[in-house]
């Protein structure tokens, strides 16, 4: 079992920057790979970027040259630097991780909310 635990959040103006942190605790050996997805009000979930263990990253096109997704394997801790924010940007954004011993778990934060004013 894996949890997960997002901090870093707040409220921000437009053009501002947000570091998110998610920090895995328990049977993190078994993380394949972890990600970011956000979820605004009345939107479906989408990916916003993903690591693998060997730090190959992937962002959707809506955040690619302003958000950069890293880890710190030390730590157990992932991270989403976010610059140039935008109003669009707004969601609560949600920390996930799959199991590479058991296919198709995947762990899931609590999540944590964005704020991106005009």
């Known amino acids: 079992q894996v949890h997960l635990v997002e901090s870093g959040g707040g409220l921000v103006q437009a053009g501002g920057s947000l570091r998110l942190s998610c920090a895995a605790s328990?049977?993190?050996?078994?993380?394949?790979?972890m990600g970011w997805y956000r979820q605004a009000p009345g939107k479906q979930r989408e990916q916003v970027a993903s690591?693998?263990?060997?730090?190959?990253?992937n962002y959707a096109d809506s955040v690619k040259g302003r958000f950069t997704i890293s880890g710190d394997n030390a730590k157990n801790t992932v991270y989403l630097q976010m610059n140039s924010l935008k109003p669009e940007d707004t969601a609560v954004y949600y920390c996930?991780?799959?199991?590479?011993?058991?296919?198709?778990?995947?762990?899931w934060g609590q999540g944590t909310q964005v704020t991106v004013s005009s």
């Open positions: 690591i693998t263990r060997g730090s190959w990253t």
């Open positions: 996930n991780a799959d199991d590479r011993y058991d296919l198709g778990t995947v762990y």
């Open positions: 328990g049977s993190t050996s078994s993380i394949a790979n």
